[in-house]
């Protein structure tokens, strides 16, 4: 995720305002930053990888001639930051200028084609196809709005992209597919930004673009089409009522509630991940001899979950270790026949990359899964998958934790493809349903926040809350437990289901809500039996089922339904999202701030 803006100012610098609108979007990514203006028939540019502030001290963003002007400010997918990946980026003649959010698919065949017409490239981005495809067709007598119109055509995937040429000096172009941009509209300027925050101080009137839709912006106003059949867009001005601190959060109260409902749109993104790196990983692991999938928290119960998943498609052992035993408890058999896959979103967790530090040392290969380019963690894999779910501001993990839960599920599938353990029938049902995920849990959210509400203020008082599921649920059952406790502060526990009759089930008291996760897999018929074990001992029964399952319906206190059937294997993904929400709201309903939990950090850079 990142942030874009433009700005066509009719009596003002352009590049003064555009480095205070990036400032605004600076949650959105702030690994690398860039500003591009025209004046007098000339674009400059200035850009470099590092944090806005530091970029500004160092090249003066402020001091830019021209009253017409882009900006970015990256979240690293293709390309770590470094200066030639930072935005904007130009055609060969410096000529025109892109700047780009979003995730270009086919970007390596479009490069191909045009390096084979003479284009050259300078960074490692997907997003600077898109410069020299505008290129390609104003060198057919086409103007920059067509040139833009065709060169969208070609792409496949997301985007929000502004657009400006030295040639057609006068207008920004601007279009969206599934990546935001929203245009400002102010007294003396017209915006274009990713965010509402970029341009709430300048104005408050607002236009969502929506998709395939192209905004030509010029001084005097804008106009906006369709790119598909070129016909006007009349959309009605809005007023934004958001405070700044409102718009950051696009008006949700919480980041946390915020990236639970930005999971779908991450989802899609995982699917948009570039096939090299993930054959490449699983290459590695049908290779390996021994794995161990190592990680903290969330991390950790993503790569429980993924044990799981190896083991039932690809019949490979994957041991998932908790980091910060990882040195006591298999230490010592590490050596060069070992692969450790480390999970970590922030790719900086002290406990995880000392384990990995631990592990290379005794001549394992390092595999790396993480949400951030250019941490730690990439630099001392010899692989690594970078999961794109954009910054996750909240510190209790959400949006983050469903996208490596779906990167991992697409490495088992290959795993399973090159040891042919998977038929074609189970393939393409795993294959179908990974497309389907994004709306199943977009239908989850929508069919199950109002109950969650509502569940929360029967339970926010509760002393205790047990969570159990059997298989790979139980994985999902150590998530939402680390959920409900981080941010609520009520103690909770969480087993295997089969493990209540040897011990936790002592604690069972009249009125204590043990949550079921039970999917429609395997497990099921055992669940019951322990939902009918702790249901005689006066436990309030709340279960996620999956919808229609009426059996457990009846056994249950309170439910959430999940739309649709999965496969065991991506159970997790949805089943977690009904108790995201449970956890949120208990805690809100007690009064707390999700987002700033007490005693947590979002990156655990100590150990
Ligand atoms: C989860 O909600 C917490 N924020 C925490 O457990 C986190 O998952 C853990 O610290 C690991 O972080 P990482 O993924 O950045 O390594």
Redesign the pocket.
């Known amino acids: 995720m990142c942030g874009i803006f433009g700005c066509i100012a009719r009596n003002a610098k352009a590049a003064p305002i555009i480095h205070a609108a990036l400032k605004r979007l600076e949650y959105r990514g702030y690994d690398s930053v860039g500003i591009a203006t025209i004046h007098k028939g000339k674009i400059y540019i200035k850009k470099d990888s590092g944090k806005i502030d530091d970029v500004h001290k160092l090249l003066n963003l402020d001091d830019m001639p021209g009253s017409l002007g882009i900006g970015h400010t990256r979240w690293a997918t293709h390309g770590a930051p470094y200066q030639a990946n930072a935005h904007p980026h130009t055609d060969c003649k410096g000529e025109i200028a892109v700047v780009h959010n979003g995730i270009i698919e086919n970007f390596s065949e479009l490069r191909n084609e045009l390096e084979d017409l003479g284009h050259k490239f300078k960074s490692k981005t997907d997003t600077e196809v898109i410069p020299h495809l505008i290129e390609e067709n104003m060198k057919k007598s086409l103007g920059l709005v067509e040139s833009v119109r065709e060169a969208l055509k070609a792409v496949r995937g997301s985007y929000a992209i502004a657009v400006i040429s030295s040639r057609e000096p006068d207008k920004i172009v601007c279009a969206r597919m599934e990546s935001p941009l929203i245009l400002g509209i102010g007294e003396n300027a017209v915006y274009c930004a990713s965010d509402v925050p970029a341009f709430l101080p300048l104005t408050n009137k607002a236009v969502v673009l929506e998709n395939e839709e192209i905004a030509i912006i010029r001084p005097d106003g804008y106009e906006i089409r369709r790119i598909t059949d070129w016909s006007l867009v009349e959309r009605k001005l809005e007023t934004i009522e958001w405070t700044a601190e409102m718009a950051e959060k696009q008006g949700y109260p919480h980041f946390m509630l915020k990236e639970i409902h930005e999971q779908p749109q991450c989802l899609r993104n995982t699917l948009r991940l570039q096939d090299k790196y993930l054959d490449l990983m699983a290459t590695f692991l049908d290779r390996a001899q021994e794995i161990f999938l190592v990680?903290?928290?969330?991390?950790y119960h993503a790569c429980l979950a993924a044990s799981y998943m190896f083991s039932k498609i690809a019949y490979l052992a994957a041991h998932p270790v908790i980091a910060s035993e990882f040195i006591e408890q298999e230490g010592m058999a590490v050596n060069i026949n070992s692969t450790i896959l480390a999970?970590?979103?922030?790719?900086?967790?002290a406990d995880?990359l000392e384990a990995v530090e631990y592990a290379r040392l005794r001549a394992a290969t390092i595999l790396g899964l993480t949400n951030v380019v250019g941490s730690t963690l990439t630099r001392i894999s010899r692989v690594y998958v970078v999961q794109q779910s954009g910054p996750e501001i909240g510190?209790?993990?959400t949006k983050?934790f469903t996208s490596q839960l779906s990167v991992l599920a697409q490495l088992a599938l290959r795993v399973a493809k090159i040891r042919g353990k998977v038929g074609h029938r189970q393939m393409e049902e795993i294959e179908k349903k990974m497309m389907e995920i994004p709306d199943i849990v977009e239908r989850t959210i929508k069919e199950n926040e109002e109950k969650a509400k509502k569940v929360a203020k029967k339970l926010k008082d509760k002393k205790i809350f047990f969570f159990l599921g059997r298989g790979i649920s139980s994985a999902t059952a150590m998530e939402a437990r680390?959920?409900l406790m981080?941010i609520t502060y009520i103690p909770a526990i969480a087993y295997p289901a089969g493990e209540s009759k040897h011990g936790p089930i002592s604690l069972i008291e009249p009125g204590l809500p043990v949550v079921f996760i039970c999917p429609r897999d395997e497990t099921r018929k055992t669940i019951v039996g322990n939902i009918m074990e702790m249901k005689a001992r006066g436990a309030m029964i709340i279960s996620v089922i999956e919808k229609g399952d009426e059996e457990i319906k009846k056994l249950s206190d309170e439910y959430f339904e999940i739309p649709g059937s999965l496969p065991e294997i991506l159970s997790p993904i949805a089943f977690i999202i009904p108790l995201q929400l449970l956890a949120y709201y208990i805690a809100v309903e007690k009064g707390l701030d999700p987002d700033k939990p007490r005693n947590?950090a979002?990156?655990?850079t100590v150990k």
């Open positions: 990680a903290a928290g969330t991390s999970v970590s979103q922030s790719g900086e967790t995880t510190v209790a993990a983050t680390l959920k981080e947590l979002k990156s655990v």
